[in-house]
């Protein structure tokens, strides 16, 4: 069975401290060299907890991966607009990476996982170049080597009132997965439901399609029926995640791999 360490402060902002929270599996040590996944809750940049997606970092754990919870700052409780919010995404993808010998991680298998705004942010973090704290060290990379996604917001600019939590529609054209795609991005598994009322489901299909004509990795889990926020659902949970099993067994993410000596 997993467990849940304290939380630890990834970054200093000018509205305070920024934790993470790794579920761990009841195995790991920290000379292991497992995937790491970390997940942003949705919240439309304006609310939400991190604990949304405690099940899911529970699940994947007593797989054996080394999941996150990440907390980012929002409209509500920090007065940020969407960028900032992406910054912090890069900030935590990044801090992973720089901290993976601590954490027993892969450094070159960290995952990006996040639903809805979360998605946004997650995608942004692998798709979206700049948007960087220039405090950090940017010789080490934000960028997640896959990529998980539950109805994420791949294009806000459809939408006048999410494009407004942008500052304006240049800056959320600007930060729209949908409109940056390209050869060389990291391989993604997504899922939406065909009856979302906030984030057209055309948008998940457009996303596949362009991904597949770029060469890139892509799998989508269609939910037929299913509205906004559906995989929260008991009856879709376990689903979601069965299917996002075999993405990461297509990976090579579930192998022995999971746990190994850092070497050196």
Same mark, same amino acid.
């Given at each position: 069975?997993?467990?849940?360490?304290?939380?630890?402060?990834?970054?200093?902002?000018?509205?305070?401290?920024?934790?993470?929270?790794?579920?761990?599996?009841?195995?790991?040590?920290?000379?292991?060299?497992?995937?790491g996944v970390a997940?942003?809750?949705?919240?439309?940049?304006?609310?939400?907890?991190? +604990?949304?997606?405690?099940?899911?970092?529970? &699940?994947?754990?007593?797989?054996?991966?080394?999941?996150?919870?990440?907390?980012?700052? +929002?409209?509500?409780?920090?007065?940020?607009? &969407?960028? +900032?919010?992406?910054?912090?995404?890069?900030? &935590?993808?990044?801090?992973?990476r720089q901290h993976?010998?601590?954490?027993?991680?892969?450094?070159?298998?960290?995952?990006?996982?996040?639903?809805?705004?979360?998605?946004?942010?997650?995608?942004?973090?692998?798709?979206?170049?700049?948007?960087?704290d220039p405090s950090?060290?940017?010789?080490?990379?934000?960028?997640?080597?896959?990529?998980?996604?539950?109805?994420?917001?791949?294009?806000?600019?459809?939408?006048?009132?999410?494009?407004?939590?942008?500052?304006?529609?240049?800056?959320?054209?600007?930060?729209?997965?949908?409109?940056?795609?390209?050869?060389?991005?990291?391989?993604?598994?997504?899922?939406?439901? +065909?009856?979302?009322?906030?984030?057209?489901?055309?948008?998940?299909?457009?996303?596949?399609?362009?991904?597949?004509?770029?060469?890139?990795?892509?799998?989508?889990?269609?939910?037929?029926?299913?509205?906004?926020?559906?995989?929260?659902?008991?009856?879709?949970?376990?689903?979601?995640?069965?299917?996002?099993?075999?993405?990461?067994?297509?990976?090579?993410?579930?192998?022995?791999?999971?746990?190994?000596?850092?070497?050196?």
């Amino acid at each position: 069975m997993s467990y849940v360490h304290q939380s630890l402060v990834y970054k200093e902002t000018p509205q305070g401290l920024l934790v993470i929270t790794p579920y761990l599996p009841d195995d790991w040590s920290e000379s292991d060299l497992r995937v790491g996944v970390a997940f942003f809750f949705g919240g439309g940049w304006v609310s939400g907890t991190p +604990t949304q997606f405690a099940h899911h970092a529970h &699940a994947l754990a007593d797989l054996g991966m080394v999941c996150f919870c990440v907390d980012y700052r +929002t409209m509500s409780r920090h007065a940020v607009l &969407a960028p +900032t919010c992406v910054e912090d995404g890069k900030s &935590a993808i990044r801090w992973l990476r720089q901290h993976c010998r601590e954490l027993g991680l892969d450094p070159n298998r960290l995952v990006a996982a996040g639903g809805s705004a979360g998605g946004h942010v997650a995608a942004c973090a692998g798709i979206i170049p700049g948007y960087e704290d220039p405090s950090e060290d940017l010789t080490i990379s934000s960028a997640p080597n896959a990529l998980v996604l539950f109805n994420p917001v791949l294009d806000a600019s459809h939408d006048q009132t999410l494009a407004a939590r942008f500052g304006d529609l240049a800056i959320a054209e600007r930060l729209a997965p949908l409109r940056h795609i390209r050869p060389g991005l990291p391989p993604t598994w997504l899922t939406h439901g +065909t009856d979302d009322e906030v984030i057209p489901f055309r948008q998940a299909r457009q996303f596949r399609a362009q991904m597949l004509a770029a060469g890139n990795h892509v799998a989508l889990l269609e939910a037929t029926g299913e509205r906004h926020g559906f995989y929260n659902a008991p009856a879709w949970r376990q689903r979601t995640l069965d299917n996002l099993q075999l993405f990461f067994a297509g990976l090579g993410y579930l192998q022995r791999g999971n746990r190994g000596a850092v070497p050196g």
